[in-house]
């Protein structure tokens, strides 16, 4: 008698794929047959796996490109989802206007630039390297970082050491002049940003001496993609502005702050549920400054109350590092991890705010790598439960760099990849959290 085969339900089969240990094992099972890879790519299943598992680390963006995860890091085979094309935005249409003269990005022209990564998405700004245009240029003034827009074939004398520029015509860096493009690496999908309107870039009748731009992370509760917001923090000479851009409308608004920031820089921060925290990138601050994303509100939390008052003590790394790294939620607190310095070797200091409470308590105390001593670790950002910090040896500043993350509910530290980089050149890392094109959803 032949043998009957009885169709496995689709539920059934969901069932069985949340349960493939590795994304390797699931590619497989959707390789397999033609109804396999039906329940996989559907869009119930992906949302539930989506929500049981975290994207892996695919790698870190920066103005120079992609630098994807290397072997052994476990994502390093699922890095072959991005083409050149992807990597380097060429798939965004070229920007062309009054301020941008568009040059080939071969030639050493204009490009996009990511600025934040959030969510499956980038935020791209347009970046004019090539005259005739205006280049980005700053200079010190009462005690403060200027950033102008300033034509280059304009004439440029240096004095005082190199400390001040002159030149015979001044333009004001203006909020209006900048371009912005949010897109999806993987769909290869863009929504190009208009720039902000004249009229609401005026309002704050004030010089703009800092303009960053960022994501709003989604904050849906049930999984579902909101559509994207855009941040951008306008710090004037006396006021703080935010730049808020919906996709629902694609239009832009202004808000001005009553919060007016005491940090010398405001590019250095941290996303916890769905809140900005910045911390001073130099010192030790009395406070952190937190922007809350859904009501568009700024606050202050302190800073030096319990342990961390004993850290002050320590010996704090200035130069150009970042020892107040992350800002993490977890069961309702908030948590940080100071990167610290004490005889040569580099530990970070894992302390919690408990709801309720203003005193900063010390949870666990992480050695870092040995081989890295004196000033050759800062940490760079953190995204998706992770910390990222760079090491090299010392005393070189252009060299092959060393990438790691730390899990912070584990403590396990992984070497992400090597890349040539100048170590002292303070910057956020980027990384890119995605599932492959099988299981992701475009984001735009």
Not at 197 to 211: G, I, S, V, Y
Not at 372 to 387: E, H, I, K, P, R
């Amino acid at each position: 008698m032949a043998s009957i085969s009885i169709p496995i339900p689709d539920e059934l089969m969901e069932e069985i794929f949340l349960r493939l240990p590795t994304l390797r094992a699931l590619a497989l099972a959707s390789a397999t047959c033609t109804s396999f890879r039906r329940v996989i790519k559907g869009r119930t299943f992906r949302r539930r796996f989506s929500a049981l598992h975290r994207p892996p680390l695919l790698g870190f963006m920066d103005a120079a490109g992609f630098q994807p995860a290397q072997a052994p890091h476990p994502s390093a085979p699922l890095t072959g989802a991005f083409g050149r094309c992807a990597v380097d935005f060429s798939f965004v249409p070229a920007v062309v206007s009054s301020s941008s003269c568009y040059v080939s990005p071969d030639e050493g022209g204009p490009r996009w630039r990511p600025r934040d990564v959030r969510d499956g998405r980038v935020l791209l700004d347009w970046r004019s390297l090539q005259a005739p245009v205006l280049n980005y240029w700053s200079y010190p003034e009462e005690g403060y970082e200027v950033s102008i827009l300033m034509d280059s074939r304009e004439h440029v004398d240096f004095y005082d050491y190199g400390l001040r520029l002159a030149w015979t015509r001044r333009e004001w860096c203006n909020a209006a002049d900048f371009h912005l493009a949010v897109c999806d690496p993987l769909s290869r999908r863009y929504v190009l940003l208009p720039t902000i309107p004249e009229d609401l870039a005026a309002q704050p009748q004030d010089r703009l001496w800092e303009f960053e731009p960022v994501l709003a992370p989604n904050t849906s509760d049930d999984g579902e993609e909101e559509p994207f917001k855009v941040i951008c923090i306008a710090r004037y000479r006396t006021k703080l502005v935010l730049f808020v851009f919906r996709s629902t409308t694609m239009q832009w608004c202004v808000v001005e702050s009553p919060v007016f920031p005491s940090f010398d820089d405001m590019s250095c921060f941290d996303c916890v549920r769905g809140c900005f925290y910045w911390t001073q990138p130099w010192c030790w601050s009395d406070h952190l400054m937190v922007l809350d994303t859904r009501t568009l509100r700024f606050s202050t939390i302190n800073f030096l109350t319990g342990y961390h008052l004993q850290l002050t003590d320590t010996d704090p790394i200035f130069d150009n590092r970042r020892p107040n790294a992350l800002v993490v939620g977890r069961e309702g607190a908030i948590e940080m991890f100071s990167l610290v310095c004490q005889h040569g070797t580099f530990a970070l200091h894992h302390t919690s705010l408990q709801n309720n409470s203003d005193e900063w308590e010390l949870k666990k105390i992480i050695q870092l790598p040995r081989q890295y001593y004196d000033y050759s670790v800062s940490t760079v950002g953190a995204a998706q439960g992770f910390l990222f910090f760079q090491c090299a040896p010392d005393g070189i500043h252009l060299e092959n760099v060393d990438y790691y993350s730390m899990d912070v509910k584990t403590y396990e530290i992984t070497k992400v990849c090597t890349k040539m980089d100048d170590f002292l050149n303070l910057k956020r890392a980027l990384p890119y959290f995605s599932f492959p094109p099988l299981l992701s959803e475009p984001t735009i």
